[in-house]
Structure formats: C-alpha cells, structure tokens
RNA sequence: CGAGGUGUGGCGCAGCUUGGUAGCGCGUUUGGUUCGGGACCAAAAGGUCGCAGGUUCAAAUCCUGUCACCUCGACCA
C-alpha cells in the first residue's frame, strides 16, 4: 500500500472551517488539556492544561505584586444573607447560584452558596479591617475556583467550575478607584496582547452588558477565528455601591467617616480557550511561546546511532541553563514522524531535531510551529538561537492575530452592513446609548455590544440603529 | 430551556430495521527487524454495548427515564 497522505494522519481533527466548535472540541481532548469529569459541566485540568494557567499566573502574579497587590483567600461559602445585601448583584447571580443546605446530617438554619464570585464575602472582610484612612488602599487578589450553574458549558469557555483570579480593592476617592480599574484594565491588555499574543480592543461596557452591582465595567475583547468575540477579562468600578449596604467606612484625614470606593477585576482559565481559538490551526494547538508548558522539544534521529543521544543530551542542558522550557522527547517505542505530528498537534513553539546529519554539520535542525519554516541552528550557541527564534515565533504570532482581527473588524455606517459584518467580525460602528437600540440589534443580527473604545472620534454622528443623534463609538459583534 | 443528532475494549467504527449474551482497524504488552514526516513481522492481553428501570425464555438490538457530548436557536457579566 502507498504511503498515507499526510492529511489522513490529521483527519482525527475536524477541519477548523468546517465546524469550529468540533474542531475547538477535537483539539481541547485530543491535546490532553483537559478531560470531562461526572459533575455536570465541571472539567478536569490535566497537566498540560494546568501547566498554561500556571504560565498565566506567574505571570499575572509578578504584574499584580509590581502594582502593590497581595493575595488572600477567603473562604468558598458566602451566606445567603451576604449575598442580598447589594439588590442587582443578587439578581445577577441568583439564577446561577449552587447552594449547600446541610452540613453533616444537619439542615443548616441559613443555606451557604457556593461563591460565583466574591464581592460579598471581600466587602464583609473589608468592613472589618478598614478604619482609617491609614489602612487604605487595601488591595488584595485571591486565585481560587467559583462555581456558576450554567445550563450550557463548553470546557475552559463557560464551566460550572472554573478557576480564576478575583481582585478587590478598597480605595478613600473615587478618583483612586477609577485608576485602579483602568489600571488593571491595562495589565489585562498587556496579559492578552505580550504573553498570550491576543490583540484585544479595551473599553467601556454598556449599561446593559455591565456586572451586576458596578458602577462601570471594562472589558479587554477578543476575537477567535470563526469571527466571534470573547470577552477576555473585565474590571469593575464599585464606586459606593458595596461600600454603603456592607459599611465599609473610613476616617478621614480631617476626621470624617467616609464610604470606601471599591473595585474588582478578573481573568480566568477562559483565556486557555481563548489561546486555543485564536491561534490553533488545522494541525492543533500552536501555542505563543510565553505560555506554552514546552518551549522547544528536542527530538533524537536515529537515537540508536553513536553520539545523537549524548548531543540531544548536551543540547538539552544547554536550552535548559538559559532559562527554557525544553523536553528531550526520548521514547524510543514512537517514530520521529510519529513525534512531530504529536507535538505539532500540542503546539510546541520549536521543534529542534538533532541527527547524525547535523551532528556531522554541527548544527541541530529546527522547525518552526507558527511558520512550518525549517532551518538549522549551530549547536554551539544553541540557547541564544533558540530564544531568538522563540521571540520571534511570539512576535509573530501576535500579528498574525492581529492581522486576522483587522481583516475581520469594519466600521459599518448602516444596519445592513451592521448585519452582514456581525456574521464574521467585529463592527465599529455609531450608536445612540439608547437600550432599545442595543436590544434591536441583538434581536436582529445575534450581535451584542461588546465595548466603547477609550478613543471616542465619531466615524459619523447617526445611530446604526434608529438614525438618531448618535453617542457613542461602540464596537458590535457575536460573542462566546 | 426548545429542535435535531451521537453514546459499543484506550481511540475510531460496524452490528440495532428482521432480539438468540459482541466484531473490525488503530493503540497496548512481549520478542525481533527498523529509525531525517505518523515503520514492519510474529504472538498475546483487553469490552457485556453511557447509566437506571421495563418488556421477553432471551436485550447492544424493543420501550420509558436519565446523563454526557455535537449542531442550530433561546438564555447568560
């Protein structure tokens, strides 16, 4: 029999443009990021998924503790009568809240829920530990999982169970409250766009699409590759509306007691999906090089022959002294073939192959994941090589994101064009502020605001949707 | 939540219409030959058919319920 075509050793993917939530369903399993567990909607990070949260929060952890943050962790359960102190947060969560109405073989007097997220229990704590204007700000981050009740779940997108991180901060002035928020808003920019290599667009949430509870949201929005938005991390500003019904109250420099200003700001194991729908590819996974569990895998040829493993081996401490993250794939019951396609399929950034064809040239060949372009690198200065590359690779895996977003993103200047740009991409468009508007275009075309850019020049001065005297610069598309 | 589809060794599937207690490919294990894009030969192990009921002498197959996943829609910070 001929040798199989390549696509055939691929067909266990579905094709991306074929069905892309099959393929994003084919890559998560395949890719061992992750597996179903028996709670309905809660899944099992394995290590290779685990490993990229941990990458995310390292990271995330150095930029919070640079911006004068420390992390906390408070407890899981929040009594329901936490939970009705704020009117609209309640009625945000309510429908999606999972409780605990025994303990032991006791029914408990007040049922617990199990945190959607923390606010209640953070401003409960905050009302104790805030005095004076001495203890402020107060700037704590827990990393932690909440459970929300979805009716549909797809992993790392939307989980009953997910892991994340949740910031919240008490401030004296509303002024420090809003640079907190935009603060952060900005770390989540730089989060998505340096490390993750996800152009994201920042701005204002509507009214509507606001948490339940703030005073403004912000957002960081992405876009995958089937031209859908993912909201990648908001922030919040409370302004008073935590710190009056939990009383969380200070005394001022010249005596007065003062309402707090709060915010809160999070980012959760989402952005693994995001990673996977805005840079996988028909082969799998590609993963950007600051946050892929394996930077570079080196790969023995002809392991059997003299001096390849003692070179692997050599090469292997070498990557590993400079500081990356580097596996020597030495299983000798798989082909080399064999090892390339799975790691591609695992979106290694650099495959490196060291044989006794480089051995002889003193180089080791390389195959870049983001290009399919091969070369060879001197095996002398091996580490420096491959972090060159490495950069590069992340480099351009940014702008071919952000080159895809742009080739998918359009000011649109009436509904039907609103209509027809939705259906794949990002819409910039004018809108009037008004609800009824942001609900027709929803009814209409499936699309929801997503934010209001921080640059506000008009494209134009009437609302896509009414014709009336427009607002706002407001961007418009489907979203996860 | 509504409409449609799927669920059979680790993975991918056949069998179901016309009930008679499972079959194929890949993978796995052992031995050997190979080794620069998913190698080959030989031998072996491995499942009671998503789960729970029901009909029947007999259920992977028929009926009911339930769970999970996929598609479209609704809902969702």
């Not at 395949?30 to 709670?39: E, F, G």
């Not at 009740?149 to 910031?167: I, Y």
């Not at 935009?182 to 509507?206: H, N, T, W």
């Not at 090589?385 to 480099?395: A, R, T």
Request: with cysteine.
């Amino acid at each position: 029999m001929a040798k199989p075509a390549k696509q055939e050793f691929v067909q266990h993917i579905t094709p991306r443009n074929e069905n892309f939530s099959q393929w994003y369903t084919d890559v998560v399993l395949q890719t061992d990021l992750m597996d179903y567990t028996p709670v309905r909607g809660a899944i099992a990070m394995k290590p290779y998924g685990n490993r990229i949260w941990e990458l995310i929060r390292e990271s995330l952890d150095k930029r919070f503790t640079e911006t004068g943050h420390e992390n906390v962790s408070l407890p899981m359960l929040i009594p329901e009568s936490l939970l009705l102190k704020e009117a609209e947060h309640v009625e945000g969560f309510a429908p999606e809240v999972a409780w605990v109405t025994q303990g032991g073989n006791e029914v408990l007097a007040e049922r617990l829920a199990v945190r959607p997220t923390s606010e209640t229990m953070f401003c409960t704590m905050f009302a104790k530990w805030v005095h004076s204007w001495r203890d402020l700000p107060m700037k704590y981050n827990q990393w932690c999982s909440v459970m929300r009740w979805e009716k549909t779940t797809r992993p790392f997108l939307r989980t009953s169970e997910f892991w994340w991180q949740e910031g919240h901060t008490v401030h004296a002035t509303a002024e420090e409250a809003q640079e907190e928020t935009l603060l952060m808003l900005e770390i989540y920019r730089e989060l998505c766009e340096d490390v993750l290599a996800i152009p994201v667009f920042s701005g204002l949430k509507s009214e509507k699409e606001k948490f339940a509870g703030a005073r403004a949201t912000y957002s960081v929005e992405a876009m995958m590759q089937d031209g859908k938005a993912l909201q990648a991390g908001t922030t919040h500003n409370f302004g008073t509306n935590f710190a009056i019904p939990f009383e969380i109250k200070y005394l001022s420099k010249d005596g007065d007691l003062k309402y707090c200003h709060e915010t809160s700001w999070g980012v959760s194991t989402r952005l693994i999906g995001a990673v996977i729908m805005t840079h996988g590819d028909e082969r799998g996974l590609k993963l950007p090089p600051r946050v892929a569990p394996f930077q570079a895998v080196i790969l023995p040829i002809a392991a059997h022959k003299g001096g390849v493993m003692e070179h692997c081996e050599k090469a292997l401490d070498q990557i590993k002294a400079a500081g990356i993250r580097v596996k020597l794939d030495d299983r000798d019951n798989v082909s080399s073939g064999w090892k390339f396609n799975e790691w591609e399929l695992k979106g290694v950034p650099l495959r490196l192959e060291i044989g006794p064809r480089d051995i002889e040239n003193d180089v080791a060949t390389y195959m870049r994941r983001d290009t399919f372009e091969k070369g060879t690198l001197p095996l002398e200065n091996l580490a420096e090589e491959v972090k060159k590359l490495l950069d590069e690779i992340q480099e351009n895996m940014f702008a071919q994101a952000l080159a895809f977003r742009e080739a998918h993103t359009k000011n649109v200047y009436s509904f039907e064009e609103l209509n027809e740009q939705v259906q794949g991409g990002y819409a910039k468009t004018m809108w009037c502020g008004s609800l009824e508007c942001e609900e027709n275009i929803k009814e209409q075309t499936g699309a929801t605001s997503r934010n209001m850019p921080f640059d506000q020049t008009p494209i134009g001065d009437k609302c896509v949707c009414c014709g009336e005297k427009a607002q706002k610069v407001m961007y418009f598309s489907k979203a996860y």
